[in-house]
């Protein structure tokens, strides 16, 4: 059976490895980036508390040992579905099944302007620069003459107050208290402002009202103003504008409002959910495309529980792929045999800052706060970070910042060109 894996990510990574080296299988598993990202993990990195490589595991490394399963570096363009190809620009590949999970992207909501001039942090790569934009705004500080120019780059802006909107916030008003101080002491840092900014009325919605209570609180303890039903309109580089008239200088704005489904071409006909999503069946399969299946944030399967789809993080990702690859083990092409996906909510967190984070589990239905919850959050994040060596580094790399309140790797990074040689 010819399985094509569209995304290494959470879910078409588990996949890979639940039939990896299985009788009967050969997998081609295809994505744009030669390694696994820990997307939970992104933030740490553009606030110079990991390295990109601590939360990245090549893809090569973890199938050393495969028989069956074959990496492809390629942007996916569009499936031909009649043709049974994958069509991408490094080639066509043929399957007998196709399992999208190329996951979510940023969400704009069609501003272009947003687009252009704010930052996401879907990717190591723009959290690496966000990293090198924050870096390079208070070395221009350093020298600004300019008031209203001074305090653009003293001005951080978060829009989205969900967990990554609330972590981020809290690691830059971390670095502010911390970290900064002591790098720029020529710089006034009472004059900077992390600002979060969020749509409604409390930050972590999709969580319980005391850890949104209590996240709001730890937010406000560390210096960052929260500004809630506040609506961005506009962006253009040095203000942001939001629909109420509220103005706010600034020169960078780090945007977590919202995500789209990577939805590639071809699939003609399909009636995408909100968020760009893809309806399947509860066996993950595509509505009206035989043979091809979407797992994790690209998938939208209504249930009496979730109407508008599963929530889109990683243990549905993980636990999807896992129910599918356990059909196809047991049971192969022969769908009436198969069981349908059912999510086991294990509960939701979230983390502040240091001894700051707060937990929700539903069964028992459960709140808890503070350094217990925090160091429950740094536990479970370690356990699901791929590689010892990944592990045993960000571990030290916590540790080493839990001791000292500081971290080397605040580093700019700027592109070289060699002199032309003369002739």
């Known amino acids: ?43 740490q990195v553009a606030t110079a508390g990991l390295d990109a490589s601590n939360i990245s595991f090549p893809l090569r490394k973890v199938f050393q040992k495969s028989r069956n399963v074959r990496i492809r570096l390629a942007n996916i363009e569009r499936v031909d579905a009649a043709n049974r190809q994958l069509v991408t620009d490094s080639g066509n590949f043929y399957y007998d099944i196709l399992v999208l ?11 272009a302007n947003l687009e252009r001039h704010a930052f996401s942090m879907k990717s190591t790569v723009e959290a690496l620069q966000i990293r090198h934009r ?7 500080a350093v020298h600004e003459k300019d008031p209203d120019q001074l305090q653009q780059y003293m001005n951080i802006v978060v829009v989205g107050g969900g967990p990554t909107g609330v972590e981020v916030s809290g690691a830059i008003a971390e670095m502010k208290r911390y970290v900064l101080p002591k790098d720029y002491p020529e710089l006034d840092f009472s004059r900077m402002n992390i600002y979060l900014l969020e749509g409604s009325d409390k930050v972590l919605g999709t969580m319980s009202g005391k850890s949104s209570e209590q996240a709001g609180q730890y937010l406000k303890e560390l210096g960052v ?16 504008e939001c629909k109420d008239g509220t103005a706010i200088p600034t020169a960078t704005v780090i945007w977590a409002a919202g995500i789209k489904g990577h939805v590639p071409g071809g699939l003609d006909g399909l009636s995408l959910q909100r ?32 109407p508008n789809g599963h929530p889109q993080v990683a243990p549905v990702a993980i636990q999807q792929a896992g129910n599918l690859a356990q059909n196809l083990l047991k049971h192969g092409l022969d769908k009436v045999l ?3 996906f059912e999510y086991y909510d294990k509960g939701a967190m979230a983390t502040v800052g240091r001894n700051k984070a707060v937990v ?11 350094f217990l919850a925090w160091l429950v959050w740094m536990a479970l994040h370690l356990m699901l970070i791929l590689g010892v060596k ?24 700027k592109e070289f060109h060699k002199p032309e040689q003369k002739e």
């Open 360 to 370: 929700d589990i539903p069964k028992p239905k459960w709140h808890f706060g503070g």
């Open 338 to 340: 198969w069981k349908p």
């Open 101 to 111: 999970a190329m996951g979510a992207g940023t969400n704009f909501f069609g501003n």
């Open 390 to 413: 990944n592990r045993l580094f960000v571990f030290l790399n916590w540790l080493y910042n839990y001791l000292t309140y500081d971290q080397s790797l605040r580093l700019i990074f």
């Open 134 to 140: 924050l870096m390079e705004n208070f070395e221009k």
């Open 275 to 306: 968020g760009n999503r893809i309806p399947v069946d509860p066996f993950n399969e595509v509505k009206g495309f035989p043979g091809i299946y979407a797992i994790g944030d690209l998938a939208c399967m209504a249930t009496d529980t979730n």
């Open 225 to 240: 103003t929260l500004l809630t039903g506040k609506q961005v309109s506009d962006y253009n580089g040095s203000v942001l």
């Open 1 to 43: 059976m010819k399985i094509v894996i569209a995304g290494a990510g959470f879910g078409g990574l588990r996949l890979a490895r639940m039939l990896n080296n299985k009788p009967g299988f050969e997998l081609t598993l295809v994505d744009r980036f030669n390694y696994h990202q820990f997307q939970p993990l992104f933030y």
